[in-house]
């Protein structure tokens, strides 16, 4: 079996897809893309595609060591993410050509469901008591807000109220139980973190997401000393020598590596691995598109130490078009209980909808995140 040709879709409401086909009619579905950049991923896709080109796309880990070692300059969100998205849709060819899901041929499965979690709220979430409401009532066990707005590197202990006022409003509505994922989004500064992590600690949050910015990881020692709440963060680094030093740290509880932006399914998996030698649980990255989503799932089934799995159903990025606009079988992300089943179809376990794909890739997208500044003027953290 040979790779006949590989074709990308930029298709609303931010997402990227890529098709590869073979000589023999098995064809593979991937998801490179990043939030913003989908044109520079969809460029980097295609050149990598002139290596892929007449291979046996069976070779996985051959193809992935290629795409990473030979072009010389490696990592970074753009040629891991378009690394990442050809390496889902090489999977996704494996699985059908063995007729099985992807996670039997990376082991077999180790749980039959894995819990999720949604979103409520935006950027500036107000009313998020009722928006967690209305989530918990659709059966959901958790869920992952925004803490807060831009903050300046030291900031006013009244925007500190008014995370701490939310935070409170999202607890007297769900209840003592329901989980609660607080996303500082690289937002907050080591000064201002460390008193949001104290501050927050009487609603015991099921974590604190990205307490500071990746490159100021070190920073995690001075934060942990000032909460017990589980620290997690990975949604920006690309690869198991990103994460190594974090592992090797001690300061970080959950990791959030991305399937399409790590490398994708055949990196992912052992950037989970090395976790659990260290402890450490992981809860992949997704506020993605339905590929991302069956991807992570695939590993999920195969990995001891995830616990829960992001999804982006209802999203407020989604805006036109959602989670189930591009499968066929809208049933195979149906959500019982706050968990969701691994998909049992062969490959990623999704039937894509192809003429959905083609139509809203004419209209394409230019999703862009906000640039917000702070009232003096300067670049604030988005």
């Given at each position: 079996?040979?790779?006949?040709?590989?074709?990308?879709?930029?298709?609303?409401?931010?997402?990227?897809?890529?098709?590869?086909?073979?000589?023999?009619?098995?064809?593979?579905?991937?998801?490179?893309?990043?939030?913003?950049?989908?044109?520079?991923?969809?460029?980097?896709?295609?050149?990598?595609?002139?290596?892929?080109?007449?291979?046996?796309?069976?070779?996985?880990?051959?193809?992935?060591?290629?795409?990473?070692?030979?072009?010389?300059?490696r990592?970074?969100?753009?040629?891991m993410?378009?690394?990442?998205?050809?390496?889902?849709?090489?999977?996704?060819?494996?699985?059908?050509?063995?007729?099985?899901?992807?996670?039997?041929?990376?082991?077999?499965?180790?749980?039959?469901?894995?819990?999720?979690?949604?979103?409520i709220?935006?950027?500036?979430?107000?009313?998020?008591?009722?928006?967690?409401?209305?989530?918990?009532d659709?059966?959901?066990?958790?869920?992952?807000?925004?803490?807060?707005?831009e903050?300046?590197?030291?900031?006013?202990y009244?925007?500190?109220?008014?995370?701490?006022?939310?935070?409170?409003?999202?607890?007297?509505?769900v209840?003592?139980?329901?989980?609660?994922?607080?996303d500082?989004?690289g937002?907050?500064?080591?000064?201002?973190?460390?008193?949001?992590?104290?501050?927050?600690?009487?609603?015991?949050?099921?974590?604190?997401?990205?307490?500071?910015?990746?490159?100021?990881?070190?920073?995690?020692?001075?934060?942990?000393?000032?909460?017990?709440?589980?620290i997690?963060t990975?949604?920006?680094?690309?690869?198991r020598?990103?994460f190594?030093?974090?592992?090797?740290?001690?300061?970080?509880?959950?990791?959030?590596?991305?399937?399409?932006?790590?490398?994708?399914?055949?990196?992912?998996?052992?950037?989970?691995?090395?976790?659990e030698?260290?402890?450490i649980?992981?809860?992949?990255?997704?506020?993605?598109?339905?590929?991302?989503?069956?991807?992570?799932?695939?590993?999920?089934a195969?990995t001891?130490?995830?616990?829960?799995?992001?999804?982006?159903?209802?999203?407020?990025?989604?805006?036109?078009?959602?989670?189930?606009d591009?499968?066929?079988?809208?049933?195979?992300?149906d959500?019982?209980?706050?968990?969701?089943?691994?998909?049992?179809?062969?490959?990623?376990?999704i039937?894509?909808?192809?003429?959905?794909?083609?139509?809203?890739?004419?209209?394409?997208?230019?999703?862009?995140?906000?640039v917000?500044?702070?009232?003096?003027?300067?670049?604030?953290?988005?």
């Amino acid at each position: 079996m040979k790779i006949t040709n590989i074709e990308t879709f930029i298709v609303p409401p931010r997402w990227c897809f890529v098709k590869i086909e073979t000589d023999e009619g098995i064809t593979g579905w991937g998801e490179p893309v990043i939030e913003g950049k989908a044109a520079t991923v969809e460029t980097a896709v295609k050149e990598l595609s002139t290596y892929l080109i007449g291979r046996d796309p069976l070779k996985i880990e051959d193809h992935w060591n290629v795409m990473y070692r030979a072009g010389f300059y490696r990592g970074g969100p753009i040629l891991m993410s378009a690394i990442a998205g050809l390496d889902q849709a090489l999977w996704d060819i494996k699985g059908k050509f063995f007729d099985t899901p992807v996670y039997q041929l990376l082991g077999g499965a180790c749980r039959d469901t894995i819990r999720v979690y949604s979103w409520i709220g935006g950027d500036r979430p107000s009313d998020v008591g009722k928006a967690a409401t209305q989530v918990v009532d659709a059966g959901f066990t958790a869920v992952k807000m925004n803490a807060t707005e831009e903050l300046q590197y030291v900031d006013s202990y009244e925007k500190i109220d008014r995370v701490v006022d939310r935070i409170a409003s999202v607890r007297e509505a769900v209840g003592k139980y329901v989980g609660i994922g607080i996303d500082f989004h690289g937002r907050v500064h080591k000064p201002m973190a460390k008193i949001l992590a104290k501050e927050l600690e009487p609603f015991r949050p099921m974590f604190i997401e990205e307490p500071v910015l990746p490159e100021n990881n070190e920073a995690l020692a001075e934060i942990t000393k000032h909460t017990s709440i589980p620290i997690a963060t990975g949604e920006r680094m690309y690869s198991r020598w990103d994460f190594k030093p974090l592992f090797e740290s001690g300061y970080v509880d959950i990791i959030q590596p991305d399937l399409s932006h790590a490398g994708g399914i055949t990196e992912v998996k052992k950037i989970a691995s090395m976790a659990e030698a260290y402890d450490i649980a992981i809860a992949p990255h997704c506020p993605l598109g339905p590929i991302a989503l069956a991807a992570c799932l695939q590993v999920d089934a195969t990995t001891h130490n995830a616990f829960i799995q992001e999804q982006s159903l209802g999203i407020h990025y989604n805006k036109g078009n959602d989670l189930m606009d591009y499968i066929v079988d809208k049933s195979v992300f149906d959500y019982q209980n706050g968990h969701v089943n691994i998909p049992q179809g062969p490959g990623l376990g999704i039937e894509i909808n192809e003429d959905k794909v083609r139509e809203m890739s004419k209209n394409g997208h230019d999703w862009r995140n906000p640039v917000w500044r702070h009232k003096d003027g300067t670049v604030a953290e988005w």
